[in-house]
């Protein structure tokens, strides 16, 4: 076994177990693989074997298989062979080219949701983020609010193409941050606060604006790691 292969399968060891009986066998070993990669249990490029990964959760194969597909098709994994995938890499080149269209998208996004979003919705989301604010939390946190809070906003849009493009754009970040992990989140959450506050008051330059700056810090923050 690889070390890559002793990475995936010690992660699956420490996950929590399955069978809720609210979600399908197959939905529930998606959501875990899925949570265990994005917060960087899983590392990238890490061999993930149908069989290996089914024996160790106790589940069936057609279950992992059907949750492997659904990764593979969301671009979180890629094929290694007929029945292994591994965690896809995202190189800096990737995560440039990605940043710039989730400019352009994002952007044309918050112009489209600003009056599709409802006060309370844009409040509720407020108080959450103070709430972060005001305490030290875990990446994870920072990560789950950030992945609300842009898939509200594309959501609102009305344009379901548009919501699914942001979304795997999005994927394309975390993938990218598996290997460099993020260091801004105080400032993260402060141009989120700018974005949701100018939201709130319907002003469509300040909120256009406040995504742009948003994540224009973001690409320029990497590249001045570089």
Known sequence: MTDYQDHALAAI??????????????DQVYTLLKELILERKIPDRSE???????????????????????????????????????????DIKEYLDTMALRELLEVEAVGKALDRI??????????????LMATEQEEHLYWRFDEKLHSVIAEATGNLVLAQVLKGLRINVRLFRLHSPLHRQKENHSEHLDLLNAMLKKDEQQSIQAIRTHIQNLRNNVIGSL
């Open 118 to 131: 409802s006060p309370d919705v844009i409040t509720a989301m407020i108080e959450e983020l103070q709430q």
């Open 48 to 90: 993930m074997s149908e069989s290996r990964l089914a024996d160790e959760l106790q589940v069936s194969r057609t279950p992992m298989r059907e949750a492997l597909v659904r990764l593979a098709g969301e671009n979180l994994l890629i094929r290694r062979g007929a029945r292994s995938y591994a965690v896809r890499s995202v």
């Open 13 to 26: 060891m420490a996950a929590k177990p399955l069978y809720m009986k609210s979600a399908s066998l197959s």
